[in-house]
């Protein structure tokens, strides 16, 4: 069928008219307006000389953007912030699982324990109120101190700076340089590296960004990272290189994920994503003096408090289902039973075992209680003593506890290598999940952020698991 | 035109000065509403966190805004709320951003719109506003960032460009509050209708175009009597702004010419917080 | 006008959809010829319309039956209801290259395959929802005019560059995008309808040596048979001696904005417009990235930093030192 011919007069002789107007009339208008701005601003603005401020910045951006001054100067601040947040956060990270989980658990067992039903007790305390204590005491902290930090550079002027000495990096695998930025964000938590990703206007571009953020390791699995490297392939080496081999494997591990999610920009710029719009644009603003008191304070509220809402509201269920599994009976034996000696031979083929799965499983609302889950079922399912403590509650100990306990389960440095590479490429968090799709409005997208670094993840899993034994 | 110096809000009408009350999100029903525009890290945010007590994370960094953020507050008696548009370098192409801003002016109706512009590059900014301009009448212009200026050695002449602009212009910090007073003075004395700006409209010197402009203009101005802005339209008209052509065939174009301050009804619009009722 | 195409949409409407593309895709040809004043023989529209012979010969045939086309002397011709199926055609498929080029990033050679697919299966209304979307664009990214809801467009100007005179200025009207290997290497070229050119002297039977947009360009005859070339019009200028690519001026050093070449499109050009790289801004190069990557240059008042590539899009005058 054919629509009728435009039949207001109106509308039509606008049409019409088009064709009479100049080809690139487009341009033509912007560049007419732009000449009416320069002609007003002409007659009001005045400038004394030239700005030492100016010039002041000019010299402060030929430093930084230098390719011998501004490569370690980048390399520096981020060292400085990752030093700050891991090593800042071990004291009052301590301090709060002390009070949390030393003080204020038995005061509350006791408690609940005195008026509820047992398993309602257990539920509530040893689940619910555990779970949620740990990812606090663990997550809390280092937020406190990587966001603020991050959001002074940001504040400042820095970071469009960093973008525009790696942009050339992430041209070639059809990215933006922007992503640079929402990778670093990634480095504290995925869900705020997701929502970063906002600065980047091109579709294209944004859409790699978020899918691909998850290969930047954050703070929910820097722990679980360093914890596995020193017992399992620091001990490897003599006592003194312990922390050098341990930092060493850390530090390869997220070179590997920073290497991934190149890779995964170039396949996917050139896959799912290939001929989607793309546009390139970089301002590059005056550097400007933070506010520093404002900053902290936004950057709690906006970022810390937001992460760490979520980060809780996914952690109470979590907690639950833990106690859940160990506490319920089917048949003989308990749910974790059953659901670790099933997944256990296609674990151990990638190098794994069933507890890792089923606690990967159980951490899918936040990878901080990785650890812990491994521990709790580890003592749960082999019997083995575990401190005071009773059986299905997660309970922290030292490195030497931890590697005897887990040796004592028959871990060996396979599964502690294939253990941190899976902690690397695995399903992003639920709340950095549902943050990539409140951000892409796209079931699909948030399938293919959850699904590609799994896959990955297993295969390359499987391919050491088979090379290491094939060698052994 | 006037060729007077527009004068100023507090020598005409009998606004308080002070320190507006800031509502936050608990905007309820509004007696105006503004409309807060600007290019991208001119500090708009920064004056909207200001006005209405919110606080909205304002990094150094264009494209902070992405969704639309609206808040509240009172001053001199009535209640005003406050929709910070996307930050944008324009308002002609089809870009999400810029349609969201451009179909907010023209549809939502503010009753004032904030033109946010940095006084260190006032060039690039006034090509926004001079576009702005041409959609609406009711506009202050917000000099920010006047600190940065002074220490770049920028002088401006306020006065001056309120002159050229035809609306006022006020020279602001947003950060540490300076000029506030007086843009909450100017917004009032607009969006009351106390002091009606003539704003500067755009010559658009390109070959064939005022011939083309002429022709539709005149055909507007027949079907739509006290249109204000004839001539903008006719551009989107001859630029095939599918949404623009619409109003004029169905009509709506009409009760959108209409004065503001005559009209009760409630805006109606494409962008969500305009479609809803806010006027008492 | 309207009574013919619903008499030639019921003869379309008898034929099987295969069938329906070819007849369509050889009255595109056929107009295309008859725009161009080329002779319509049953080879060369066969080819235009991407059939074979064969099969260019069985869909002229169902054409001439279905009251679409008319042979006489060996040459063929549109009827009226065949013109108007052809201009529907022409229409869905440049609107859709349009939309391609502004929307997308795929590659300049893919436009012609992937509209060619497109341009069959879009009704009316789809196409017409199409042009509303895109702001009525008047030509297509290879400088064609685009048919509008009535059917009028102007008839393609120009001619072949291969003729073209040496050191006469002209505007590349019109680029051939089949075959779509060789269209690809003026893409890949940065060359695109609506860029200046000189034509240089150069020795005979070496394809030609063109200046385009301040640009050496040596082009084998291969490349430059699928360029059409014009005169300037009245309001166009020549490319002013001295002028230069932005992306050839070197850190520290001025230019001023002569224009922004029509290979930056879409999103994009507007963009880079609204950013003050319009003609007459000043431009200095202020800053470098590592690793050769984009360049920072301060335009009206702000530092703005852009890929090598779209730096080059901009044609500017240096300023003296």
């Not at chain 1, 509308?11 to 560049?31: G, K």
């Not at chain 2, 000029?179 to 004395?189: D, I, K, R, S, T």
Request: hydrophobic share 45%.
């Amino acid at each position: 069928m054919r629509l009728p011919v435009e039949t207001d007069p109106l509308l039509r002789e606008a049409r019409d008219l088009r064709w009479q107007l100049p080809r690139n009339f487009n341009d033509r208008l912007t560049e007419a307006i732009y000449a009416e701005s320069a002609r007003i601003a002409e007659r009001t603005v005045t400038r004394q000389g030239t700005s030492r401020r100016l010039a002041f910045q000019r010299r402060v951006d030929r430093v930084l953007t230098n390719p011998w001054t501004g490569f370690p100067v980048m390399g520096l601040l981020f060292a400085i912030v990752l030093w700050l947040t891991i090593a800042g956060a071990n004291v009052p990270s301590a301090m709060i699982a002390d009070v949390l989980l030393d003080k204020i658990y038995p005061v509350l067992r006791a408690a609940a324990l005195g008026t509820l039903p047992a398993w309602l007790a257990g539920l509530l305390v040893d689940g619910m109120y555990l779970a949620t204590a740990w990812v606090i005491s663990v997550m809390l902290p280092p937020m406190m101190i990587f966001f603020p930090a991050f959001t002074l550079l940001e504040d400042l002027g820095y970071l469009p700076r960093v973008a525009f000495n790696l942009d050339r990096l992430f041209q070639k695998v059809g990215a933006h340089g922007k992503q640079a930025l929402t990778m670093a964000m990634g480095y504290g938590c995925n869900a705020a590296g997701v929502i970063a990703a906002r600065v980047i206007d091109s579709p294209r571009e944004r859409l790699i960004a978020i899918v691909t953020n998850n290969f930047a390791l954050c703070n929910g699995r820097w722990p679980t990272q360093i914890l596995i490297a020193t017992i399992f392939l620091g001990a490897m080496a003599p006592a003194s290189l312990t922390g050098v081999v341990a930092a060493g494997a850390v530090f390869a591990v997220a070179l590997l994920g920073f290497g991934l999610s190149l890779l995964c920009s170039w396949v996917l710029s050139r896959t799912l994503l290939r001929g989607e719009a793309s546009t390139f644009s970089l301002e590059l603003p005056p550097y400007r003096p933070p506010n520093v008191l404002r900053t902290l304070y936004t950057s709690l509220i906006d970022r810390t408090l937001f992460v760490l809402w979520r980060a809780v509201v996914f952690a109470l269920p979590a907690g639950a289902v833990i106690w859940l599994v160990s506490n319920l009976h089917a048949g003989d034996h308990t749910l974790a039973y059953w659901a670790v000696s099933g997944m256990n031979p296609f674990a151990v083929l990638i190098g794994l075992n069933g507890i890792i799965l089923l606690a990967y499983i159980i951490a899918i609302p936040a990878n901080e209680i990785v650890v812990p889950s491994v521990l709790m079922l580890t003592v749960l399912l082999t019997g083995q003593a575990g401190g005071e403590h009773a059986a299905g509650v997660m309970f922290e100990t030292g490195d030497e506890g931890v590697r005897s306990l887990l040796t004592g389960a028959g871990w060996t440095a396979l599964t502690g290598v294939c253990l941190m590479i899976f902690s690397l490429c695995h399903n992003p968090c639920s709340t950095t999940l549902y943050t990539i799709y409140k951000e892409t409005r796209s079931f699909k997208w948030t399938v293919v952020s959850a699904l590609m670094p799994t896959v990955i993840g297993v295969v390359l899993c499987a391919l050491i698991a088979l090379v290491w034994r094939t060698l052994a | 035109m006037s060729s007077a110096c527009p004068p100023s809000a507090c020598d005409t009408c009998a606004v308080p000065r002070g320190p507006a009350q800031r509502l936050g999100l608990d905007v309820g029903k509004a007696d105006y509403v503004v409309a807060l525009a600007g290019n991208p890290n001119t500090g708009k945010s920064t004056v909207f966190n200001r006005l209405t007590g919110l606080r909205q994370h304002t990094g150094n960094w264009p494209g902070k805004t992405i969704a639309r953020a609206e808040g509240g507050f009172a001053y001199g008696g009535k209640r005003f709320k406050i929709v910070d548009l996307p930050g944008t370098y324009s308002l002609r192409s089809a870009s999400p951003d810029e349609t969201v801003a451009r179909e907010f002016i023209l549809f939502g109706k503010p009753d004032v719109t904030v033109v946010v512009v940095d006084a260190n590059c006032l060039e690039r900014n006034l090509n926004l506003a001079l576009q702005i301009l041409q959609i609406t009448d009711r506009a202050v212009l917000c000099l920010n960032l006047m600190d940065e200026a002074r220490a770049n050695g920028v002088e401006i002449d306020a006065r001056g460009l309120s002159r050229e602009l035809g609306i006022p212009v006020v020279p602001c910090t947003a950060r540490s509050g300076e000029g506030l007073p007086q843009l909450l003075a100017e917004m009032h004395a607009v969006a009351s209708g106390a002091f009606k700006p003539s704003p500067y409209r755009l010559k658009l010197a390109v070959p064939g175009l005022r011939e083309a402009l002429g022709r539709v203009v005149a055909r507007l101005r027949a079907r739509f009597p006290g249109l204000a802005n004839a001539e903008w339209i006719a551009l989107r008209l001859l630029e095939g702004d599918s949404a623009v052509g619409e109003m004029v065939s169905t009509g709506t174009l009409g009760s959108l010419s209409a004065d503001h301050a005559s009209q009760e009804a409630a805006a109606t619009g494409t962008t969500g917080a305009a479609s809803k009722e806010i006027r008492a | 006008m309207k009574r013919e195409s619903i008499s030639s949409d019921e003869a379309l409407a008898k034929l099987k959809l295969v069938e329906r593309e070819a007849v369509e895709d050889v009255l595109r040809a056929l107009l295309e010829c008859e725009h161009r004043r080329h002779e319509a023989t049953e080879a060369h529209l066969g080819a235009l319309g991407g059939l074979g012979r064969e099969e260019g010969l069985r869909a002229l045939g169902r054409a001439k039956e279905a009251g679409l086309a008319d042979e006489s002397a060996q040459a063929w011709r549109l009827t009226d209801a065949g013109r108007a199926v052809a201009v529907r055609i022409m229409r869905a498929h440049r609107l859709t290259e349009t939309q391609l080029a502004r929307t997308t990033s795929l590659p300049a050679a893919e436009w012609h395959g992937r509209a060619h697919q497109i341009e069959h299966v879009l009704s009316d209304i789809e196409v017409d929802r199409l042009a509303d979307a895109l702001g009525h664009p008047r030509y297509d990214p290879h400088g064609d005019p685009i048919p509008t809801r009535e059917g009028d467009f102007p008839a393609p100007e120009g001619q072949a560059l291969l003729s073209w005179p040496e050191g006469r200025p002209g505007v590349i009207a019109h680029i051939e995008d089949e075959p779509p290997a060789l269209f690809a290497r003026l893409a890949a070229r940065g060359i695109f309808a609506g860029m200046r050119f000189v034509r240089l002297a150069s020795a005979a039977n070496t394809g030609c040596v063109l200046v385009i947009e301040a640009r050496r360009e040596e082009m084998p005859s291969e490349l430059a048979a699928l360029i059409r070339a014009r005169a300037l019009l009245a309001d166009e200028d020549e490319v002013p001696s001295g002028a230069c690519r932005l992306s050839d001026i070197a850190r520290g050093a001025s230019a001023e904005v002569l224009a922004l070449l029509p290979g930056c499109i879409g999103a994009e050009r507007s963009r880079l417009l609204d950013l003050g790289f319009v003609p007459g801004s000043r431009i200095e190069h202020e800053l470098d990235s590592p690793l050769d990557g984009p360049a920072a240059f301060r335009v009206r008042g702000t530092l703005i930093a852009l890929r090598r590539t779209q730096a080059e899009q901009v044609l500017v005058q240096p300023e003296k030192v």
